[in-house]
């Protein structure tokens, strides 16, 4: 019997970075495979080509059996692949069992026979052991409720390969629980499921084999049985790459930035960040270490304004800052490399010129009071796409017509230009070219050269290790290890990032 | 440095090209979809559309005809086009204009003892600020209670719509008279015509340069852009959404008001609610004829006032019934937001497929 699907030497390259490199893996049936890795990965290719979303540069991706033909994602469902989206598809305002059979309806002449539909769900929920009421309406339902209904939706259309994006992103820990027992039924059942995630106990519980990505290339296979989350742990951040910067020792000056005790809510409203202290010192980069998920997104949004703290206070110079916005906490010396640069950090239609002075845009010299000043815009920008090497036609273009890196060049290029005393970089160097890499790396380090204190937060170990000073390990919303870098050993690193005392 | 001029430029005829393109083609077939029908009918479409340009543009009162009927649509092609900066979709322009249009047939004929000059511009400034007043009811519960934009101005049209109407019927009545309209605004208030234009057409100029200038070269259209184009990075920036959102709704409202008083100061001289009834819904056939952009209404506004100026001469020289400027208007809107829709289904599936795959 040949796989469920069946990945052989799949490679995809974009301008700039390669987002598969030679990727083979299978799925057989009634078998639980994780893929690993961080964002950037490599994994939303790769899921892209199963899809036919995406024409691979070579390699082939077969379906039980039968290569897929690029485009015909129609052809690829009807195959038996399902998925169900991190962000749910589901009509909030109907019933549960409206939204399974929506698009395929059992019928009754012209009528949908509800009966008929009410009692497959019902079939369909006990064949598979997810409890549903088939007559709720969706958006009354709690979250891990919504998915099962996800679940089972992609269930009726007869999966043999079922694809699950990240599914405990949203979850409460109860409700993840849960769900890994719904997994594992599935593929005593006999349908092959693919796990996307970067949890590593997840992995640890439900999977039967482990698929871990970096960087665009396979980095290896394995099974819980033979590694631990240690193992997968230093597997995901990886070896792969050997980042030389060249760096001197750090002139420590004073504490700039202290924080006290924060507690933050995560999106679900979930404590996740458990009582941070931290303290940064002018003239050195303090990298923070931790798998993603484990509170470091939230406590940079604490600290940056853009999320409300619960408990605890953070202190610039001393002075207490409030729960402010972002932009309050830029006029106050804090500037800020956000994670998610598209939604962010820039204005991709607008030109690379006012990208760069997205957050000065009413000072002098870019604005003489209520008019902006163009030609100090221009000049500014001319002068910034040259010393940051950003690789455009044209200061003028849009920043959409940036590659990944050149746009994050923009965004750093942004943040350092006032030398603001405290610079607190997020994943700067996430879905970057190697290029682009080195030269926001050697950026950080002159800002820290001119005395700024650098926070790194950044879920590739290798980065964090050829960068900082100090080191904070970050697991469970907990900083649970401060670390001079010349201590740092990788495995002992791996095992705090893996939530592991000793 | 001179290089990058030249990029400069070539980035700018790119831009121009391909924003003229679009609305120019969905013009000419629109005329040429009409044309079939016409001859369908046994009509001349050459001699249609002759007598209907000859009419519109052919003299100097007929030009004075075409842009007085086209200095409402300039206004309210502005308003739509400010909301849609701040990405508002402004469907209330046409409540927000009748406002106008009634406040100032008020200043108008109400107000009798102040000269000229003063007494235009107060006529005026009622319109804006009533318009205004609805708009900025729209704009907060936009900004402070986050109800959509575009229920909340269908519904305030229809509010405005049955409080215009039982005014201008009872307290603001016309007296001893059985029509349902104000009494005409006294003489000395209405707009003058200088030659071939009226001095409403050069307000609606003027303030399509205005909003060029104010959305292009200042901190409040950078405000307003960033908010349009990506609300996450300008609150990033700085600018505070629930205020933007806010003023972009009541200048919307105001400068569709403006156009409800220009109507009733330069052209009907009294409010009547039957009167004025498509020109805010124009107005979005006009902003998006004219790519969102201030100075790119003005001749979409221009085509569409010779249109309507025209259409009667028509029906008499060719036969064809003044409706077929409704017919063109609405494919003319057909043809330009296909496209639009057409890359807006696009984006759409493909987001069903791999939304939340990151990147």
């Given amino acids: ?502 | 440095m001179s290089a990058l001029i030249e990029d400069v430029k070539a980035t700018k005829q790119k831009y121009d090209v391909g924003s003229w393109l679009i609305p120019t083609i969905s013009v000419l077939a629109a005329m040429f979809v009409a044309s079939i029908l016409m001859f369908a009918q046994g009509l001349d479409p050459i001699l249609a559309y002759k007598s209907l340009f000859t009419t519109a543009f052919g003299s100097g009162d007929g030009i004075a005809s075409t842009l007085g009927k086209a200095t409402p649509l300039v206004l309210s092609g502005l308003a739509v086009t400010l909301g849609l900066r701040a990405g508002l979709f402004n469907i209330g322009v046409q409540g927000q204009l009748l406002t106008g249009a009634l406040a100032s047939a008020w200043a108008g004929y109400a107000i009798t003892n102040l000269p000229p000059i003063i007494h235009i511009s107060v006529a005026l400034g009622f319109g804006f600020f009533f318009g205004g007043l609805v708009g900025a009811i729209a704009g907060y519960l936009k900004a402070f209670r986050g109800v959509h934009e575009v229920i909340t101005t269908i519904m305030l049209n229809s509010i405005v719509m049955g409080i215009v109407d039982y005014l201008a019927s009872h307290p603001f009545k016309e007296p001893d008279q059985a029509l349902t309209r104000t009494p005409q605004i006294i003489e000395s208030v209405r707009l003058p015509v200088f030659g071939p234009l009226p001095s409403g057409f050069a307000v609606s100029l003027f303030l399509a340069v205005m909003m060029w200038w104010v959305l292009g070269y200042t901190t409040t259209g950078f405000r307003f852009n960033s908010v349009g184009r990506n609300k996450f990075a300008a609150w990033y920036a700085g600018i505070s959404y629930k205020r933007t959102i806010f003023f972009a709704m009541l200048f919307s409202g105001g400068i569709a008001g403006l156009g409800g008083a220009v109507e009733t100061l330069g052209i009907t001289y009294r409010f009547e609610p039957a009167f004025n009834l498509g020109l805010g819904f124009d107005g979005i056939t006009i902003a998006l004829l004219g790519r969102v952009h201030p100075i790119g209404i003005i001749p979409g506004a221009i085509l569409i006032g010779g249109m309507r100026a025209g259409a009667a001469n028509m029906q008499f020289d060719a036969g064809v019934a003044p409706e077929l400027v409704d017919l063109l208007l609405a494919m003319i809107l057909l043809f330009v937001t296909a496209p639009l829709i057409s890359r807006f289904f696009k984006n759409s599936s493909n987001r069903a497929l791999t939304g939340g795959w990151g990147n």
């Fill in chain 1, 1 to 502: 019997m040949s796989a469920l699907l069946e990945v052989t030497g799949v490679t995809k390259r974009y301008p700039g970075v390669v987002a598969n490199d030679n990727i083979s893996l299978t799925v057989n049936a009634g078998e639980v495979v994780a893929l690993l890795g961080e964002n950037g990965a490599g994994k939303s290719t790769l899921l892209k080509a199963v899809f036919g979303l995406v024409k691979p540069d070579s390699g082939e991706i077969k379906i039980g059996g039968t290569p897929i033909v690029f485009g015909d994602t129609a052809g690829v469902i009807a195959r038996g692949v399902g998925m169900v989206h991190q962000h749910f598809q589901l009509v909030p305002v109907m019933t549960v069992t409206e939204n399974i059979i929506l698009g395929d309806e059992p019928k009754r002449g012209l009528f949908i026979n509800k009966k008929a539909a009410h009692d497959e769900i019902l079939a369909l929920s006990k064949r598979y052991g997810l409890e549903v009421d088939p007559d709720a309406v969706i958006e009354d339902l709690p979250v891990g409720m919504q998915q099962r209904v996800e679940i089972l939706k992609a269930l009726r259309k007869d999966v043999k390969l079922l694809i699950l994006d990240e599914p405990t992103a949203v979850l409460t820990p109860q409700e993840i629980d849960e769900l890994l027992e719904v997994i594992r039924n599935l593929a005593k059942s006999g349908v092959g499921v693919v796990l996307i995630t970067h949890k590593l106990h997840e992995v640890m519980a439900v999977a039967d084999r482990v698929v871990v990505l970096r960087g665009g290339k396979l980095v290896g296979t394995t099974s819980p049985k033979e590694s631990d989350e240690a193992g997968l742990a230093q597997m995901m951040v990886g070896r792969s790459v050997v980042l030389q910067v060249n760096r001197t020792e750090a002139k420590r000056g004073g504490v700039v930035l202290e924080v006290k005790g924060l507690q933050v809510l995560d999106d679900r409203k979930l404590l996740m960040v458990k009582g941070v202290d931290l303290s940064l010192y002018s003239g050195e980069i303090l990298g923070v270490a931790g798998v993603e998920g484990n509170g470091q997104r939230e406590l940079v949004e604490a600290i940056c304004g853009m999320r409300n703290r619960e408990a605890g206070e953070v202190l610039l110079k001393g002075e207490p800052t409030k729960n402010l916005n972002p932009h309050a906490v830029h006029e106050a010396g804090i500037s800020h490399v956000p994670e998610d640069r598209e939604k962010h950090g820039l204005i991709s239609s607008y030109s690379i010129a006012d990208n760069l002075i997205l957050n000065q845009f009413d000072q002098s010299p870019f604005s003489k009071g209520w008019i902006r000043d163009l030609s100090a815009i221009a000049t500014n920008a001319v002068d910034t796409v040259a010393k940051f090497d950003i690789r455009t036609p044209s200061a003028f273009n849009t920043a959409s017509s940036l590659s990944g890196g050149n746009k994050q060049k923009v965004v750093v290029a942004r943040e350092l230009s006032e030398e603001l005393p405290v610079l607190i970089a997020a994943q700067p160097t996430r879905g970057v070219d190697v290029g682009s890499i080195e030269f926001i790396h050697n950026q950080l380090i002159a800002a820290r050269d001119k005395g700024a204190a650098v926070m790194l937060v950044s879920a590739e170990l290798d980065e964090i290790l050829s960068l900082s000073d100090r080191i904070a390990v970050m697991s469970g919303g907990k900083i649970v290890a401060v670390l001079d870098s010349k201590d740092a050993d990788r495995n002992y690193i791996g095992r705090l990032m893996a939530g592991l005392k000793e």
